[in-house]
């Protein structure tokens, strides 16, 4: 008896492995599919601002980027100014993003990053949003030309996230 409870645990052990392995291949391969098209417009100039998530009521962070996220390289991961003072993202905004006091710049040179409570303090504006646009994957579009095209047809096809 002791036999085949031994060989039906290591059996299920088998397949719950392989049921894993396989989920997590087929969620890289055909979940992620890469980053979003998002075109926003804030209602001041936060251009060079650190973007950080915001709970729905605002009064957590959930979400903020460590200090070597925001460059790519030697470059700063800043949005690309657009047309109509549009922006498209580049680090990941929405709905409930704030801004931070601190630039790209000053943000990317820290040694380590603020602890959630001292975010909370560096918040510039927590609901900068005027408007947000879902345009497709970022991988849609070969340049911003096509994307200033967009804002031209009044986003036509895109999704208004606020």
Known sequence: MKKIKNSVIFILLISVSFSCGSQITSMNQEQVPGPKA??????????????????????????????GDLKRGDKLML?????????????????????????YSEYAALKQVPDPNQLMELILDDDPMIEIWECGMLSDFENTKELKQIIRSKFKDCTKLK
């Open 38 to 67: 998002l075109i926003y417009k804030t209602k001041a100039d936060y251009f060079d601002k650190v973007p950080i998530a915001l709970s729905a009521d605002k009064t957590q962070v959930v979400s903020f980027p460590d200090p």
């Open 79 to 103: 949005p690309d100014r657009l047309i109509r003072s549009y922006l498209l993202d580049n680090k990941g905004i929405g709905p409930n993003t704030a801004f931070l006091k601190y630039t």
